[in-house]
């Protein structure tokens, strides 16, 4: 019997080890972002050559930091002849750059338990369209989580993003970029995995310790 007990605490207690590992990664525990931190983004964001206008716009964005996580609300669509790039050489087409652009991002994010929630190909035209032109005709749409606007400017000031931006912006016609805080998600990979592992252990601890009558 002590024996079993102890073989129930370990199994559980790995259970607890693995997601508040997990949870203390995904999530931001470094709350929002101090006035040392927001000059020193924008700082960094001046020596790569951003324009006034976009500093003026990062410097509000991350003063207004609450500390949570967001969601970055993507619409794109490609160009039809996308310019001739050094890394993507000419006739590339707009998913070569983008591919070119997406594979320094995507280490980045996913590092920082950054990662696309949804993207899919759009299927006809807006269907609800006021105050915009231009703007019935998309290629792709997506929904990136970044766990903090700290995260975000991580990945935006270092140099090689600026290079790799260029071929994002290469490969579209067009593009709307906009952050959203969630009022209501359904689906939070914390819950997830807290399911899945309960889940999980659940069933080996039924296997093993339980009562054989």
């Known amino acids: 019997m002590k024996l079993k007990i102890n073989s129930r605490f370990i199994l559980w207690s790995i259970v607890l080890i693995i997601y508040t590992i997990f949870f203390c990664w995904y999530t931001n525990l470094k709350g929002p972002l101090s006035t040392e931190e927001i000059d020193y983004y924008v700082e960094r964001l001046i020596e790569n050559g951003s ?11 991350l003063t207004e930091d609450k500390g949570k996580d967001f969601y970055m609300f993507n619409m794109m669509d490609f160009s039809d002849s996308p310019p001739d790039l050094p890394e993507t050489g000419p006739n590339a087409s707009a998913s070569d750059l983008m591919n070119h652009y997406m594979e320094y991002m ?28 231009n703007a019935e005709l998309w290629d792709q749409g997506a929904i990136m989580r970044y766990r903090s606007r700290r995260d975000m400017l991580e990945i935006s000031v270092n140099p090689i993003f600026s290079n790799r931006h260029d071929y994002k912006i290469g490969a ?25 592992l309960f889940s999980v252990a659940s069933l080996i601890d039924l296997a093993l310790f339980r009562k054989r009558v």
């Not at 906009?178 to 997830?192: G, K």
């Open 51 to 61: 324009s006034p206008e976009n500093i003026k716009n990062a410097k509000k964005f």
């Open 106 to 133: 995507f280490p980045e994010l996913l590092s920082r338990a950054c990662h696309p929630i949804f993207a899919g190909k759009m299927v006809f035209q807006a269907l609800d369209l006021t105050g915009i032109e």
């Open 172 to 196: 579209l016609d067009k593009t709307i970029a906009a952050p959203v805080e969630a009022d209501i998600i359904l689906v939070d990979f914390r819950f997830l995995l807290a399911l899945i």
